[in-house]
């Protein structure tokens, strides 16, 4: 392994790459993978880049780099390496070479930002410069076509509590809105290197501001209630994989009523459109104490399965790149 580890080298990826990612990734993923689904799409996004570990013309590793904050911090994302070439280095051998073509290419991108799982945690992010910011809890659920409201989802609005409107799509936010919204977020939110709240679209990290929200309505369906002067926002966004439709939605609420009155529209939005496929459901939750409720109604309610056999937390990371490189 020494010897092959002399012939790595490092690039940028390209649309010839899509078989040899797909193929190191199917004992990673199974058949639960997103990259079939977005690997042209981040190899033409401009704001993203791929980034690759190959021998030959094998690759054994991949990471992203996707510049945000108006080009003042990037979010490193999608790490994965080829079974055979794990515990070797070869991520961080990737990571050095990811953050050095970022600080030529963008150097204003100072913040580098990371999120991992509490479940699959990666115990050297901290060695490597990498401090956690905060954290929230997130659950899992399996939903099957044949669930009592799959078919006809218009009956989930039978659950919705009476006395609250509905949940309408985000229109013009301005920072009023953001600021009221930032009340329902995790301690520790405003921890990173602006002291500015941080929301998460799926997995990765943002500013909450307008100019951001605007930015994520192109890839996420976004919807706010606000009512007796309470704001609550959530955003969804979902994707197909080989196995099961997968569909992420992160919900700011102070109460589980207004909670589960975001979670029902997405889940009538999704079943709508997706009638006979599994969904793979994935619910980011900003007040930890609304995370039991979250499980009770998915399970008792909505009878769907929990993936999950533990609590789980989304951690944030983040490192100074400047600070670093001194």
């Known amino acids: 392994m020494a010897e092959q580890c002399s012939k790595l080298s490092f690039r940028l990826a390209s ?46 590793g991949l990471l992203i780099a996707i510049i945000t904050e108006g080009g003042k911090a990037f979010i490193s994302t999608s790490a994965r390496v080829a079974s055979a070439w794990r515990k070797t280095g070869v991520i961080w051998w990737l990571e050095e070479y990811q953050d050095a073509w970022i600080r030529q290419n963008h150097p204003t991108a100072r913040y580098k930002r990371a999120t991992a799982s509490s479940l699959n945690t990666l115990a050297n992010l901290p060695r490597h410069g990498m401090r956690e910011v905060f954290s929230m809890p997130y659950v899992e659920y399996k939903g099957v076509p044949s669930l009592w409201w799959r078919q006809i989802p218009a009956k989930l609005a039978q659950l919705g509590t009476t006395g609250l409107p509905d949940v309408v799509p985000l229109q013009d936010p301005d920072d009023d809105f953001c600021a009221a919204v930032q009340k329902w977020l995790p301690a520790g939110a405003c921890g990173g290197y602006d002291r500015k709240a941080v929301i998460f679209s799926d997995w990765d990290p943002f500013t909450l501001c ?50 589960q009155k975001h979670l029902l529209k997405h889940l009538q939005d999704v079943s709508q459109s997706y009638k006979n496929e599994d969904i793979h459901l994935s619910v980011f939750v900003g007040l930890a104490e609304l995370e039991d409720s979250i499980h009770v109604f998915c399970r008792d309610t909505l009878r769907m399965e929990n993936l999950l056999d533990t609590k789980s937390r989304i951690i944030m990371y983040e490192k100074d790149m400047l600070s670093s490189h001194l």
């Not at 790459?17 to 981040?42: E, L």
């Open 210 to 259: 307008p100019a951001n929200l605007k930015l994520l309505q192109a890839e996420n369906t976004i919807y706010i209630l606000d009512h007796k002067g309470e704001a609550s926002l959530s955003l969804s966004n979902t994707y197909p994989t080989s196995a099961v439709r997968m569909m992420s939605i992160q919900i700011y609420a102070k109460y589980f009523s207004t909670l």
């Open 15 to 60: 649309h010839d790459d899509y078989d040899a990612v797909i193929r190191m990734s199917k004992d990673i993923y199974g058949n639960t993978d997103y990259m079939p689904a977005f690997f042209h799409y981040f190899t033409d996004h401009p704001d993203t880049t791929m980034f690759l570990t190959v021998v030959g013309k094998q690759v054994v």
